[in-house]
């Protein structure tokens, strides 16, 4: 199974999925989504694989967030774009594999994921 881990180093959920991947023997490739942002559809793909819409994995702690966008009333479409254009409002980790994948937040998902 290829594996794909959406990774932000200095998240430590992130670091743990990492960590977890590579004590298991597992091969993965890291994107790093802060420095190589998603586009659009790639986000979209992402999303579908992980039975998610994008205010569920929105970063809503985030005082980006709080400040900027949390009292508008934004459509999931308009989330999506925000996501695209700031991916530090998206939560990590997120892995994929094929056509399915998870939010790996906590770890426990990535761990049942993986059986």
């Not at 039975?51 to 400040?67: A, F, G, Q, T, Y």
């Not at 508008?72 to 994948?101: F, H, M, Q, Y």
């Amino acid at each position: 199974m290829s594996l794909t881990l959406y990774h932000n180093p200095r998240c430590r959920k992130s670091r743990e999925a990492v960590q977890y991947l590579e004590e298991n023997n597992l091969s993965f490739e890291i994107v790093k989504y802060l420095e190589h942002s998603f586009d659009k559809n790639t986000l979209s793909d992402v999303l579908k694989k992980i039975d998610r819409k994008p205010s569920e994995i929105l970063r809503k702690n985030e005082v980006l967030w709080k400040k900027q966008y949390a009292s508008k009333n934004l459509s999931e479409d308009k989330i999506l774009e925000l996501l695209v254009n700031e991916p530090k409002l998206i939560e990590r980790p997120i892995v994929t594999a094929a056509n399915k994948g998870v939010l790996a937040r906590p770890i426990e998902n990535l761990i049942d994921f993986l059986k």
